[in-house]
Protein backbone atom coordinates (compact mmCIF):
# COMPACT_ATOMS: atom_id res chain seq x y z
CA UNK A 1 0.00 0.00 0.00
CA UNK A 2 1.85 3.54 -0.94
CA UNK A 3 1.70 6.35 1.55
CA UNK A 4 -0.69 8.60 -0.34
CA UNK A 5 -3.75 6.31 -0.49
CA UNK A 6 -4.62 7.35 2.92
CA UNK A 7 -5.77 10.85 1.22
CA UNK A 8 -7.76 9.55 -1.49
CA UNK A 9 -11.57 10.06 -1.19
CA UNK A 10 -13.29 7.48 0.78
CA UNK A 11 -9.36 5.66 1.72
CA UNK A 12 -9.09 4.23 4.57
CA UNK A 13 -6.73 5.80 7.23
CA UNK A 14 -3.45 3.75 7.95
CA UNK A 15 -3.24 5.40 11.47
CA UNK A 16 -7.49 5.53 12.13
CA UNK A 17 -9.18 3.03 10.89
CA UNK A 18 -12.64 4.57 12.15
CA UNK A 19 -11.65 8.11 9.73
CA UNK A 20 -13.97 6.38 7.08
CA UNK A 21 -16.93 6.75 9.79
CA UNK A 22 -16.48 10.03 10.31
CA UNK A 23 -16.03 11.24 7.06
CA UNK A 24 -19.40 9.58 6.32
CA UNK A 25 -21.20 11.98 8.89
CA UNK A 26 -19.90 15.24 6.82
CA UNK A 27 -20.88 14.51 3.33
CA UNK A 28 -23.70 15.77 1.83
CA UNK A 29 -27.34 14.62 2.47
CA UNK A 30 -27.80 12.98 -0.96
CA UNK A 31 -24.37 11.09 -0.51
CA UNK A 32 -22.30 12.65 -2.37
CA UNK A 33 -18.79 13.09 -0.93
CA UNK A 34 -17.49 16.96 -0.90
CA UNK A 35 -13.25 16.38 -1.50
CA UNK A 36 -11.60 18.27 1.17
CA UNK A 37 -9.44 21.44 -0.08
CA UNK A 38 -7.49 21.67 2.75
CA UNK A 39 -6.15 19.79 5.74
CA UNK A 40 -6.87 21.52 9.01
CA UNK A 41 -3.79 22.53 11.15
CA UNK A 42 -5.76 23.40 14.63
CA UNK A 43 -8.82 22.15 16.77
CA UNK A 44 -12.37 23.62 15.45
CA UNK A 45 -14.57 25.34 17.50
CA UNK A 46 -16.24 23.61 20.18
CA UNK A 47 -19.71 23.90 18.43
CA UNK A 48 -18.63 22.17 15.09
CA UNK A 49 -16.77 19.57 16.98
CA UNK A 50 -18.12 15.80 16.24
CA UNK A 51 -19.75 13.88 19.05
CA UNK A 52 -17.48 11.20 18.00
CA UNK A 53 -14.33 11.13 20.01
CA UNK A 54 -11.78 10.85 16.71
CA UNK A 55 -8.49 12.39 16.60
CA UNK A 56 -9.45 16.17 15.12
CA UNK A 57 -6.39 16.80 13.37
CA UNK A 58 -8.78 13.91 10.37
CA UNK A 59 -12.04 15.32 11.05
CA UNK A 60 -13.53 17.25 7.88
CA UNK A 61 -14.53 20.65 9.39
CA UNK A 62 -17.84 22.07 8.32
CA UNK A 63 -18.68 23.26 4.73
CA UNK A 64 -19.54 26.57 5.94
CA UNK A 65 -16.49 27.49 7.51
CA UNK A 66 -15.18 27.13 4.09
CA UNK A 67 -16.52 29.82 2.31
CA UNK A 68 -15.94 32.49 4.98
CA UNK A 69 -16.72 36.14 4.70
CA UNK A 70 -14.74 38.79 5.60
CA UNK A 71 -16.24 42.28 6.40
CA UNK A 72 -16.21 44.48 3.44
CA UNK A 73 -13.35 47.56 4.38
CA UNK A 74 -14.62 50.85 4.96
CA UNK A 75 -13.69 53.43 2.41
CA UNK A 76 -13.68 56.80 2.36
CA UNK A 77 -16.69 58.57 0.61
CA UNK A 78 -15.00 60.05 -2.59
CA UNK A 79 -14.20 63.73 -2.01
CA UNK A 80 -14.29 63.46 1.65
CA UNK A 81 -10.50 64.90 3.30
CA UNK A 82 -9.38 63.05 6.03
CA UNK A 83 -10.01 64.63 9.31
CA UNK A 84 -7.47 67.43 10.35
CA UNK A 85 -5.64 66.63 13.60
CA UNK A 86 -5.64 69.06 16.13
CA UNK A 87 -2.41 69.61 17.99
CA UNK A 88 -1.72 71.49 20.73
CA UNK A 89 -0.95 74.93 20.44
CA UNK A 90 2.86 75.66 20.04
CA UNK A 91 4.05 76.88 23.40
CA UNK A 92 6.21 79.86 23.65
CA UNK A 93 9.19 79.67 26.35
CA UNK A 94 9.47 82.91 28.60
CA UNK A 95 12.49 84.54 28.04
CA UNK A 96 14.73 85.53 30.47
CA UNK A 97 13.79 88.58 32.84
CA UNK A 98 16.93 90.36 31.93
CA UNK A 99 16.43 90.15 27.95
CA UNK A 100 12.80 91.07 28.04
CA UNK A 101 13.20 93.94 30.29
CA UNK A 102 17.08 94.92 29.06
CA UNK A 103 17.01 96.21 25.16
CA UNK A 104 19.83 95.64 23.33
CA UNK A 105 22.68 98.05 23.39
CA UNK A 106 21.19 98.89 26.84
CA UNK A 107 23.55 98.09 29.82
CA UNK A 108 21.97 96.52 32.76
CA UNK A 109 22.21 99.45 34.84
CA UNK A 110 19.75 101.40 32.99
CA UNK A 111 17.31 98.55 31.73
CA UNK A 112 15.76 97.96 34.58
CA UNK A 113 16.01 93.94 35.49
CA UNK A 114 17.27 94.26 38.53
CA UNK A 115 20.87 92.44 37.56
CA UNK A 116 22.57 96.33 37.35
CA UNK A 117 20.93 96.75 41.22
CA UNK A 118 22.29 93.82 42.51
CA UNK A 119 25.54 94.21 40.78
CA UNK A 120 25.64 98.18 42.88
CA UNK A 121 24.49 97.05 46.10
CA UNK A 122 26.89 94.01 45.96
CA UNK A 123 29.73 96.74 45.29
CA UNK A 124 28.24 98.99 48.11
CA UNK A 125 29.09 96.34 50.60
CA UNK A 126 32.75 95.98 49.89
CA UNK A 127 35.00 98.29 52.09
CA UNK A 128 36.35 101.36 50.94
CA UNK A 129 39.75 101.23 50.30
CA UNK A 130 42.89 101.64 52.91
CA UNK A 131 43.83 105.53 52.71
CA UNK A 132 47.31 106.17 51.96
CA UNK A 133 49.91 106.44 54.22
CA UNK A 134 49.91 110.05 55.38
CA UNK A 135 54.11 109.64 56.19
CA UNK A 136 54.71 110.14 52.11
CA UNK A 137 52.52 113.01 51.54
CA UNK A 138 54.74 114.77 54.63
CA UNK A 139 57.95 114.35 52.67
CA UNK A 140 55.97 115.92 49.52
CA UNK A 141 54.70 118.76 52.01
CA UNK A 142 58.20 119.06 53.11
CA UNK A 143 59.84 119.05 49.34
CA UNK A 144 57.26 121.13 48.50
CA UNK A 145 58.08 124.03 51.45
CA UNK A 146 61.94 124.24 50.04
CA UNK A 147 60.20 125.09 46.70
CA UNK A 148 61.58 128.44 46.94
CA UNK A 149 62.83 130.33 44.35
CA UNK A 150 65.34 132.00 46.30
CA UNK A 151 66.84 129.86 48.39
CA UNK A 152 67.58 127.86 45.08
CA UNK A 153 69.47 130.95 43.80
CA UNK A 154 71.27 130.63 47.30
CA UNK A 155 72.00 127.27 46.51
CA UNK A 156 73.65 128.15 42.80
CA UNK A 157 75.55 131.02 44.44
CA UNK A 158 77.38 129.14 47.03
CA UNK A 159 78.27 126.76 44.21
CA UNK A 160 79.38 129.29 42.12
CA UNK A 161 81.52 130.80 45.08
CA UNK A 162 84.46 128.53 45.46
CA UNK A 163 85.43 128.87 42.09
CA UNK B 1 65.87 92.02 81.54
CA UNK B 2 63.53 92.97 78.74
CA UNK B 3 64.22 95.63 76.15
CA UNK B 4 61.73 97.71 75.23
CA UNK B 5 61.40 99.08 71.80
CA UNK B 6 59.73 101.83 70.77
CA UNK B 7 58.15 102.78 67.56
CA UNK B 8 58.62 106.45 66.73
CA UNK B 9 55.75 107.91 64.80
CA UNK B 10 57.40 109.91 61.99
CA UNK B 11 56.08 113.58 62.18
CA UNK B 12 55.78 116.42 59.71
CA UNK B 13 59.46 117.65 61.38
CA UNK B 14 61.07 114.25 60.57
CA UNK B 15 59.98 115.28 57.29
CA UNK B 16 61.61 118.11 57.06
CA UNK B 17 64.70 117.39 58.40
CA UNK B 18 64.94 114.72 55.75
CA UNK B 19 64.86 117.00 52.77
CA UNK B 20 67.30 119.23 54.72
CA UNK B 21 69.76 116.04 55.27
CA UNK B 22 68.99 115.70 51.18
CA UNK B 23 70.45 119.05 50.42
CA UNK B 24 73.19 119.08 52.30
CA UNK B 25 74.44 115.82 51.09
CA UNK B 26 74.05 117.53 47.48
CA UNK B 27 75.39 120.63 48.55
CA UNK B 28 78.22 120.29 45.63
CA UNK B 29 75.19 119.00 43.57
CA UNK B 30 72.37 120.95 43.12
CA UNK B 31 70.40 120.02 40.18
CA UNK B 32 70.27 116.45 42.04
CA UNK B 33 68.82 118.02 44.59
CA UNK B 34 66.26 120.02 42.34
CA UNK B 35 65.30 116.84 39.96
CA UNK B 36 64.34 115.06 43.61
CA UNK B 37 61.70 118.43 44.35
CA UNK B 38 60.92 118.69 41.15
CA UNK B 39 59.61 114.62 41.55
CA UNK B 40 57.54 115.42 44.51
CA UNK B 41 55.93 118.03 42.79
CA UNK B 42 54.68 115.72 40.18
CA UNK B 43 53.87 113.42 42.59
CA UNK B 44 51.37 115.65 43.81
CA UNK B 45 50.17 117.13 41.01
CA UNK B 46 49.47 113.20 40.28
CA UNK B 47 51.29 113.44 37.40
CA UNK B 48 53.39 110.10 38.60
CA UNK B 49 52.73 107.37 41.17
CA UNK B 50 54.55 105.99 44.14
CA UNK B 51 56.01 103.23 42.27
CA UNK B 52 57.86 105.94 39.23
CA UNK B 53 58.61 108.39 42.31
CA UNK B 54 60.60 105.21 43.73
CA UNK B 55 62.24 104.36 40.39
CA UNK B 56 63.64 108.04 40.03
CA UNK B 57 64.55 108.11 43.77
CA UNK B 58 66.59 104.95 43.29
CA UNK B 59 68.51 106.91 40.22
CA UNK B 60 69.12 110.15 41.92
CA UNK B 61 70.46 108.52 45.78
CA UNK B 62 72.48 106.23 43.56
CA UNK B 63 75.77 105.68 46.01
CA UNK B 64 73.90 107.16 49.04
CA UNK B 65 72.06 104.34 50.36
CA UNK B 66 71.74 106.06 53.84
CA UNK B 67 69.13 108.24 52.15
CA UNK B 68 67.25 105.24 50.09
CA UNK B 69 66.94 103.33 53.71
CA UNK B 70 65.58 107.18 55.19
CA UNK B 71 63.32 107.01 52.27
CA UNK B 72 61.70 103.95 53.08
CA UNK B 73 60.21 104.66 56.33
CA UNK B 74 57.97 107.74 54.73
CA UNK B 75 56.74 105.18 51.89
CA UNK B 76 53.53 103.67 52.24
CA UNK B 77 53.00 100.59 53.68
CA UNK B 78 54.35 97.17 51.66
CA UNK B 79 56.31 99.17 49.55
CA UNK B 80 59.94 99.79 49.91
CA UNK B 81 62.94 101.37 47.97
CA UNK B 82 65.41 98.99 48.71
Request: charged share 25%.
Amino acid sequence: MRDGDHRRAGGRCRRHRRCEAAAQQWTEPAGVFQPRLWRRRAEPPPASRPASKTNPTCCTPPLASLHTVRPTPRRRPRGSRAPLMFTSPVKVVPRAACSMKCPSGTGHALCGCGIGGQARRSARSVPKAVQKDEMFDKVVEAALDCRNVQEWEEDVWRVRMPA
Amino acid sequence: MRTSVKVHKLTTEDAMNYILTIKNKFLRHPEKFHAFIHTMIDFSRGRINTHTVIERVKILFDGYPDLLLAFNKFLPRGINAI
